[in-house]
Nanobody, 122 residues
Framework: VQLQASGGGSVQAGGSLRLSCVAS????????MGWFRQAPGKDREFVVA????????NYVDSVKGRFTVSRGNGKNMVYLQMNSLKPEDTAVYYC????????????????WGQGTLVTVSS
């Protein structure tokens, strides 16, 4: 499966963005999906994972209550709604997919899309 993330941009603190991840060559409903991010000079980190049927999610503490992951009904897409953005959310965001069990281990995700840059100014 090939993944492509989009929807990044520049916003002021407190603003919102919605990222999208579209798949080709596969059905996203067959995969656990995750969003990860990599800030300048830092390692890539886990943001959120969503189970195959969307019934289970797991967020990193720093985004809980602000970010919401969802699957597109009938669409081969996954979304990340980001509200109340903070400067520390500035990063390149990646969507990723895994066929093994639900989890947040970055090394367990087999498929990665190109990232989309999110810049939050204070």
């Amino acid at each position: 499966v090939q993944l492509q993330a989009s929807g990044g941009g520049s916003v002021q603190a407190g603003g919102s963005l919605r990222l999208s991840c579209v798949a080709s060559g596969g059905t996203l409903g067959s995969y656990v999906m995750g969003w990860f991010r990599q800030a300048p000079g830092k390692d890539r980190e886990f943001v959120v994972a969503i189970s195959r049927n969307g019934g289970l999610t797991n967020y990193v503490d720093s985004v809980k209550g602000r970010f919401t992951v969802s699957r597109g009904n009938g669409k081969n897409m996954v979304y990340l709604q980001m509200n109340s953005l903070k400067p520390e959310d500035t990063a390149v965001y990646y969507c990723a997919a895994k066929i093994t069990r639900f989890g947040y281990n970055i090394g367990s995700y087999e498929y990665w899309g190109q990232g989309t840059l999110v810049t939050v100014s204070s």
